[in-house]
């Protein structure tokens, strides 16, 4: 089992840039595919992005393409996503995940363990 603590939300002006961290506990994190996924008010959890276990491969939303990337450090148990250029409809709570199967899903129900989320508003 692992747990997910998420951090680095806030309030950016739209052009700007954030950077979330998500902290896993236990010893096994470079086993997991590691998501992000968001949330918006009303709004049904979208996928946002995913790294392989060894962070050699990532996959994202065509909605973030060239403006966010993720990135993992195994060593320190902790996964990131970059948020460049940020718009207003990147308002959210994002959320990381754990995968623990061998398939790398888009789909928050692939995903076994979550965190509480981080709340990221973007002002226009």
């Known amino acids: 089992q692992v747990q997910l603590v998420e951090s680095g939300g806030g309030l950016v002006q739209a052009g700007g840039s954030l950077r979330l961290s998500c902290a896993a506990s236990?010893?096994?994190?470079?086993?997991?595919?590691m998501g992000w996924f968001r949330q918006a008010p009303g709004k049904e959890r979208e996928f946002v992005g995913c790294?392989?276990?060894?962070?050699?491969?990532?996959y994202l939303a065509d909605s973030v393409k060239g403006r966010f990337t993720i990135s993992r450090d195994n060593a320190k148990n902790t996964v990131y996503l970059q948020m460049n250029s940020l718009k207003p409809e990147d308002t959210a709570v994002y959320f990381c995940?754990?995968?623990?199967?061998?398939?790398?899903?888009?789909?928050?129900?692939?995903?076994?363990?979550w965190g509480q989320g981080t709340q990221v508003t973007v002002s226009s």
């Open positions: 995940a754990a995968e623990a199967g061998i398939l790398i899903s888009m789909t928050p129900r692939g995903y076994d363990y």
């Open positions: 236990g010893r096994t994190f470079s086993s997991y595919v």
């Open positions: 790294i392989t276990r060894s962070g050699g491969s990532t």
